[in-house]
Structure formats: C-alpha cells, structure tokens
C-alpha cells in the first residue's frame, strides 16, 4: 500500500464489523460479557466517527482446533465485498486464541483492504511491530487456554479415579450424592 491509498483509506468513513465472542454457552446466555463487549464497541467506534455494519457475536471457542462459525462468516463477508472496511474486538483474545489461524485471517483482512482495531487502537497490518504485537497477543491467550484445559483435564481425571461424575449428563436413573460421594439410584425413575 502506497501513501495515496494510505491517505485515500483514511478519508473514507470507518464502517465496523465488531466480533463479540464468548466461550461457552453460559456465558451467553446468562453473564454480561456479551453485553459489555458491545457497549465497549460501540463507543469505540462513536469515537471514531465510524458506523456500525454489523455485529458478529456469540459463543465459540478460540482455541485452536475448534470450529470458529462466526470468525469464519465476518471473515467471509469481509473477503466477499460486504459492507465494511474496519473489524473491530475488545482485545485480541476475543479475536482468537490460535495464532496459525489469526496469521491467515489477518492476511485475508490485508488483501480485501479491512483494517483491523482494537477498541480504539488501530494495528497497522502493514507494519512488522503491529503484526508482533497482534501475534504476540494471541499467543499468550492460547497458550491461558491450552492451560485452562490441561488443569481441567487433570482435575476430570482426579473425580474420575474417586468415582465421581466428571462431565455430561449423568447415566438415567442415577444421582450422585455429593454428602456421601456416592452414587444412588432414582427410586423414582426405577
């Protein structure tokens, strides 16, 4: 990108695809992540003079190996010709947690001319430091996620050996009682 089309980029207003993204159902459903993500964006982007396009939001996971649904449909939109120039996100964890992908994504964003913010703070794509720091960023927060789920894994295995339910739905007709650790049957249900 040359200083014209710098300049040109510029002067055109900010139209914003902001990603809201929270990692469990829960979250969405019931905590106030979505929520307060949202009214952070959209000051950002009233400060900026921008406009709102669209919001990309819900639960999904960012770590690596999971399937990023709503990543992947502002990224499509974004590549495609829709309406906007800018993407937006509280802080890079909510962009992802895997940096392979965020590298490839950020490459896509480059080529389709989409500028990429952090609340306020834009990254230059173009610029070796802003693309560390972006990486580095995301780095850090896959590296929290892959610990998050190696201590809860570890502690899954510990309930397991002590006979305790570790995830899912229990078997049918069958409780744990917590007071006693032990499992029972569902007089009930028998």
Known sequence: ??????????????????????STESQAKKGESIFTQRKQLENAISQLNGRLHKRYEGHEHATPEQERT??????????????????????????????KKSKEYIELLKKAGIRFFVNTREYNLYDPMESFIIGMGVEVAEFF????????LINRIELAKKGHPTCGKLPYGRYFDKKTGEWKVDAEKK
Not at 70 to 99: H, P, Q, Y
């Open 1 to 22: 990108m040359n200083s014209t089309q710098a300049a040109a980029t510029k002067a055109e207003q900010l139209i914003f695809a902001v990603l809201i993204r929270v």
């Open 70 to 99: 709503i990543l992947k449909e502002l990224m499509e939109d974004g590549v495609n010709g829709k309406l906007f120039n800018a993407v937006m996100v509280t802080d890079t964890s909510r962009w992802s947690r895997d940096n």
């Open 145 to 152: 996620a892959k610990e998050q789920s190696y201590k809860s």
